[in-house]
Each structure stands twice: as C-alpha cells, then as structure tokens.
C-alpha cells in the first residue's frame, strides 16, 4: 500500500507486506490589543504543560509553521528548528538542542546540518504521534537528529535507532543525543518490559554495506528518512535496504515507512517512484 502526498516535496508513506487623537485612539487599541495576544499566549503555555493531548499541538502547527501562507512562503530554516524545539520544550519541559555546522557542505558530507524535509518530518511526526508511541522507530541518514529527537521527545517510541554512514556526522549525531539527555546504547533490540523509554541507539549504517542479518538485528516498526535522496544511487540504495528491512520483518503488523524529501531534481523523485513500485509490494 502506497500513499504519497507533502510539502515541500513529498511525504511517502509505504507499509508492507501484511490625527492626535486618531492616534490616541491607535496605541489604545494597540495596547489592548497586546495584553490579550499576551494572555491568549499565557494561556496556551499552561494547556500545553498540563495537557497529553496532541492535539493541541497540532493546531498550533496548523496555524503557524503549517499555515498556508508560512507553506508558500517558508521562513528561514533556522526559525523552524527554534520554533519547533519550544514547541516540543512545553509538554516535555526540555527543547531539542542541536549542535550543527554552519555550512552545507562540511567535512565531506551535507549531514552536519539540519535540511528542510527533517523539519517538514519532525513536525508531521508532531501531529502524529500514535504513529510512533511504544515503537521501535529506525531512522536512516539521521544527520544532525533534529527529527529523531523531536520524536524521542514528543512521540514516547520504545526505542529509537539514530543511523548514518559517515563518522564525522556519527560523531556529532552522539553529541547532539547526549546534548538532549538520552543515553545512547552500544546495541539495538528489544528493551525489557518497565525499562525507561525510549532505548536510543546510534548506529552506524552503509546502505551499499548492510547486511540481511545486521539490518533484520534491528526489527524496527516504523522506517523514516528525511531528504536522503540526492541521486540515483542513494535512491537504488535506500530501496534495497527498504526491501530487505520488510523480508526480515518479523512483527505482527506491516513494516511502516515515511520518507520526506525535497524535490530538486524531478528526475530523482520519478525514479525513486517507479522504482518502488518494482521493489516494494504491499
């Protein structure tokens, strides 16, 4: 079963198998105005603190990062990653906290720092969190974790695999996990029944490398990716570990998968379509 939709690009969802006074009158209206945007924003803070229901955070979404005007005209990456990390503060009572690098490309790599389908997937994941509660959740091409750790924070998964290839970006995605208080583990796999969640694992994944046997160790739930295509190699390689992912499946509901990516080259996001419609059968 396949369902594409999204912006920026496309959210991919796959499961598997199975005068004076005039301006008196203005800075009077002002003022009053203030006081109530003032206490309207009070009062949220307090729903948001006392209350587990989502959905308040998705209608907060919905009226500001996800508003039809902030859709078409996006504002600056480093004002969503603000915006959500307070967001995500007032239920949980932490932020998310990244160290990144300042430039797109760093040490050889575009994964030290946070892309716009990560934001795009961190705040769908807000307004979806059931899709992740009490799951063990893989991430493929983590970069910085802004998404992970949304997740982490918001979503309470059972157990969260953090991957990437490349050890420079590894070595700042442990940081960044650190950075956010989680402890991560050496290995993945199940948690014991009453252990604190989520169990974090940071691992260390080469699609072109991966094995049937290290991939089926992990037994996720649910798959995501966020703006992992870049060519058509990636988009070949991200497939067969897809494919191989839901054959070692062992649980009894579908594999999940959401993959959120920016459509930059319209060839890029046509081959990874037509390919997936070869490659995974629902």
């Not at 932490?94 to 961190?122: F, K, M, Q, R």
């Not at 705040?123 to 992740?132: D, Q, S, T, V, Y």
């Not at 072109?208 to 990716?225: E, R, Y």
Request: hydrophobic share 40%; charged share 20%; with cysteine.
């Amino acid at each position: 079963m396949l369902r594409l939709a999204g912006q920026p690009g496309w959210l991919l969802r796959a499961s598997g198998d199975p005068g004076g006074s005039r301006a008196g009158r203005a800075n009077v209206s002002l003022e009053s105005g203030f006081r109530q945007a003032t206490l309207g924003i009070h009062d949220i803070d307090i729903k948001l603190r006392d209350s587990s229901d989502s959905q308040l955070l998705v209608d907060i979404l919905q009226k500001t990062v996800k508003h039809p005007v902030c859709v078409k005209y996006p504002p600056p990456a480093k004002f969503s990653r603000g915006f959500l990390s307070e967001l995500i503060k007032k239920p949980s009572g932490d932020p998310v906290t990244l160290c990144e690098s300042t430039a797109i490309v760093s040490h050889g790599t575009t994964g030290l720092v946070t892309w716009n389908a990560a934001l795009y997937l961190a705040e769908w994941a807000l307004e979806n969190p059931a899709l992740f509660t009490d799951r063990t959740v893989l991430e493929l091409g983590s970069g910085a974790g802004l998404t992970g750790l949304a997740i982490c924070k918001a979503c309470s998964p059972q157990a969260y695999i953090f991957s990437d290839c490349h050890s420079r970006v590894l070595e700042q995605l442990r940081a960044n996990v650190l950075l956010n208080g989680l402890a991560p583990r050496q290995h993945a796999g199940r948690g014991t029944p009453g252990a604190e969640k989520p169990l974090v694992v940071v691992a260390q994944l080469d699609w072109d490398l991966a094995t049937a046997p290290q991939l089926s160790a992990l037994q996720p739930d649910v798959v995501i990716a966020a703006d992992v295509l870049y060519c058509p190699d990636t988009v070949l390689a991200l497939l067969g570990v897809l494919r191989t992912l839901s054959a070692c499946h062992s649980g009894l509901q579908p594999l999940d998968a959401y993959v959120a990516f920016t459509v930059r080259n319209p060839e890029t996001c046509r081959l990874f379509t037509e390919e997936l419609g070869k490659n995974v059968h629902g």
